[in-house]
Antibody, heavy 120, light 111 residues
């Protein structure tokens, strides 16, 4: 079955760079039609779509954060990595990674999420 | 990239139906049949309930149904059950530039 799990620091300082890793099993990110996305949720607030990478290395970013985000994949390690530069307290959120198939559009499998707090 | 608009709350008694709206624009909800709905219980990851406006993934009860009219998509939960009490979010494809946008979320309470 498909599982995903996020990992990374729980606390980062303002202006630092956040690196989050999504490690998954049950699928390959090199399989046609497969994508892995990142979505975040500030405490008590709504979901925000951040970025997505597809099997063919097509990458998409939230326009307002595009200059700060980079998404990459490591097929051999079954990992997708999201980096976000210049972190700010407003970036405090639970960060989720999730699986998508192009044919279905929706994110059908999600990781448990990881809470990242930005504070000095 | 503005969030899709959902009512903050909705409620119904067990056995009743509740419908949640998700209003966007012709650049997102109205322009594509790529609307999804997610259910999220407190402290848990979201769960996909509907994709491509009205399609249910395997394992999702047929009490959940989706539809769209113009720039507004809707999720209807029929025969409300206690376990349906949760937050619900819509999302839509928003074109090649904005790509994807989520809704503001609706808290459903089972009275």
């Amino acid at each position: 079955q498909i599982t995903l799990k996020e990992s990374g620091p729980t606390l980062v300082k303002p202006t630092q760079t956040l690196t989050l890793t999504c490690t998954f099993s049950g699928f390959s990110v090199s399989s046609s039609g497969v994508g892995v996305g990142w979505i975040r949720q500030p405490p008590g607030k709504a979901l925000e779509w951040l970025a997505l990478i597809y099997w063919d290395d097509d990458k998409r970013y939230r326009p307002s954060l595009k200059s700060r985000l980079t998404i990459t994949k490591d097929t051999s390690k079954n990992q997708v990595v999201l980096t976000m530069t210049n972190m700010d307290p407003v970036d405090t959120a639970t960060y989720y990674c999730a699986h998508r198939r192009v044919v279905d559009w929706g994110f059908d499998y999600w990781g448990q999420g990881t809470l990242v707090t930005v504070s000095s | 990239q503005s969030a899709l608009t959902q009512p903050p709350s909705a409620s119904g008694s067990p056995g009743q139906s509740v419908t949640i709206s998700c209003t966007g624009t012709s650049s997102d909800v109205g322009g594509y049949n790529y609307v999804s709905w997610y259910q999220q219980h407190p402290g848990k990851a979201p769960k996909l309930m509907i994709h491509e406006v009205s399609k249910r993934p395997s394992g999702v009860p047929d009490r959940f149904s989706g539809s769209k009219s113009g720039n507004t998509a809707s999720l209807t939960v029929s025969g409300l059950q206690a376990e349906d009490e949760a937050d619900y979010y819509c999302s839509s494809y928003a074109g090649s530039n904005n790509f994807e946008v989520f809704g503001t979320g609706t808290k459903v309470t089972v009275l």
